[in-house]
Every structure is written in structure tokens, then in C-alpha cells.
């Protein structure tokens, strides 16, 4: 019986009303909704919280004195889940009840080969849609609705993957549910995308570089994104908006490289003139 408690179990059986037979479609969508904001939640504090203490441990005293700026990334970050939640759990429950969506559960539905290409072309997607709607937010009016709450995060730490404003929330939320309805995948690759997507989006902010430094500043960094990549676009501002891959970067002209001081100690953060620097730019400074 204890598999029956496992996510992907729980969603299915609040989308197909396992649970509660009489239950009228407006109340299956509502609980698959409320199941994929909380598993999106969950999610969310596992992983930046797995981050943040691996952080604590190999970087002691980088988010010293954040206490107040973290409780602000996690509230933001929270809303943002239940907003994630809402396109996810109208199409997990459309997928159940009606074959919405291309997802397939059978491996023999595409061919063997198709599994990683599938990842790749939501990870090119995902990295499209984000790039042209970052770089969108970043426009005066927008940045002050909306992306001025990201950047108010400063540095970033691991609590601030998911902390947007509703606006930017929405223009998140709603990639990976569109992408089913277009790109065949299977779920299990769909998981590896999810996946990814998570970690990059953790790892990204968290105020140090994971990945080796031969892969960084090596031939596949000039083309991947990791921490040092993103660090300058919170240092900067008007470039690198990117999120997996630097390609459009690249082709664009807003690739500006890694940032020179990456993972400083945390007395150095929080010196007068890197505080300058890490501010929040002005809806002007903030322009494409």
C-alpha cells in the first residue's frame, strides 16, 4: 500500500477521482491543481534546501546576515509553486481523464533513440521561451512590475530559483505544460526534464560554481550555462539571459562571459562596493 502514496500515484488518483468516485469534474481539477502545487512546493524546499545546507557545509558563512532577503525568496517562491501548480494540474488531470497531451508510457510508442532527443528539443524549447521572455522582462515598465522582485535577491542564493513575481510566475509556468501538447516525450524523460530544469534553476543562483572547472571554462562551458554564466547577469544586468545553454547569448551579442568575482567569501560580499555593484538596476539601467 505504500506506493500508493508516491506523487505520481497521488496526482493520478486526484485527476481520476480514484479517491472519491461522485467527485464533479470542477473538484478533480481543483485537487489535481492543489497536488501539483504541493508537490512543486515540496520539490522546491528539497532541492534548494538540499543546496542551501551543502552551501552551509562547503561555503560556511556565504548567506550570513540573508536571513530576512532568504524568508523573502521563499515566500516568493511559494506563491510561485501554487502558480506552477495551476497549468500543471489542469493538464495532468486533461492527460488521465481525456488523452490530453503527447506523453506516452509505452517505450515502444517511439523509438529507443528518440528518449534523449526528446529532452534536448524541451531543453532547446525551455531555453528559447526563457531567453526571449527574460530578456523581454527586462525592459523598464516590466522590470518594475515584475522582474524587480528576482533581482531583489542579492546575491542570489539557493532559496531564489522560483522567487518571481505572479507576472514572471505565469510566464513560466505555462512552458513545459505547453510543450506536451506539441513534443511527443515520454514520462520518464519528461521526469529527466523536470529534473534538470530544477537543479539548473538551483544551482544556477546559489552564489557558487558546482560543475569542475575543466568543464567550465572548457570547450563545453562556452556553450553550456552553469552558476558562473548566471552570476554575471545578477552582476550585471543586461546580459546573459540565458538558462541552459548559451546560444542565443551567443548569437544575440548578450553573452558577457563568467563572472571574474564568482563565490567571493561572504565579508567580501557584502562590502560597499559589490553591494554597489549586486543592487537592483533602475528600470533604465535594467533596459535591453
Not at 540573508?66 to 523573502?72: D, E, L, N, P, S
Not at 538551483?202 to 552570476?231: C, D, Y
Not at 554575471?232 to 562571459?257: I, S
Amino acid at each position: 500500500m505504500i506506493e500508493n502514496f508516491h506523487p505520481a500515484n497521488i496526482i493520478s488518483l486526484a485527476s481520476t477521482g480514484a479517491y472519491s468516485r461522485p467527485m464533479q469534474p470542477a473538484m478533480l481539477i481543483l485537487a489535481s491543481v492543489l497536488a501539483m502545487s504541493g508537490i512543486i512546493a515540496v520539490r522546491y524546499l528539497l532541492s534548494s534546501g538540499g543546496f542551501a545546507l551543502a552551501t552551509r557545509l562547503t561555503r560556511p558563512g556565504l548567506y550570513a546576515g540573508m536571513r530576512r532577503q532568504i524568508g523573502g525568496e521563499i515566500r516568493w517562491s511559494l506563491l510561485s509553486a501554487l502558480i506552477f501548480g495551476l497549468p500543471a494540474g489542469l493538464v495532468a488531470w486533461g492527460w488521465q481523464n481525456h488523452g490530453w497531451t503527447q506523453i506516452y508510457t509505452d517505450l515502444d510508442a517511439w523509438p529507443l533513440w528518440y528518449l534523449p532527443v526528446s529532452v534536448l528539443l524541451y531543453l532547446a524549447a525551455h531555453d528559447t521561451w526563457f531567453y526571449w521572455t527574460h530578456r523581454l522582462m527586462h525592459r523598464p515598465a516590466l522590470f518594475r512590475v515584475a522582474h524587480a522582485v528576482h533581482h531583489a535577491s542579492r546575491p542570489p542564493t539557493a532559496w531564489a530559483a522560483m522567487s518571481f513575481h505572479p507576472w514572471e510566475a505565469i510566464t513560466g509556468a505555462v512552458v513545459i505544460p505547453a510543450l506536451v501538447f506539441l513534443i511527443p516525450i515520454h514520462v520518464a524523460a519528461l521526469g529527466v526534464v523536470l529534473t534538470v530544469m530544477t537543479v539548473m534553476g538551483v544551482t544556477n543562483h546559489m552564489g557558487w560554481e558546482m560543475f569542475p572547472r575543466w568543464l567550465v571554462n572548457g570547450p563545453a562551458g562556452k556553450w553550456l550555462i552553469t552558476a558562473s554564466h548566471h552570476q554575471k547577469h545578477h552582476e550585471q544586468y543586461r546580459c546573459n539571459y540565458g538558462l541552459y545553454f548559451r546560444v542565443w547569448d551567443r548569437l544575440c551579442g548578450t553573452d558577457k562571459g563568467l563572472s571574474n568575482g564568482f563565490a567571493v567569501p561572504a565579508s567580501a560580499a557584502s562590502s560597499p562596493a559589490l553591494a554597489l555593484n549586486g543592487s537592483v538596476a533602475s528600470a533604465k539601467d535594467a533596459a535591453i
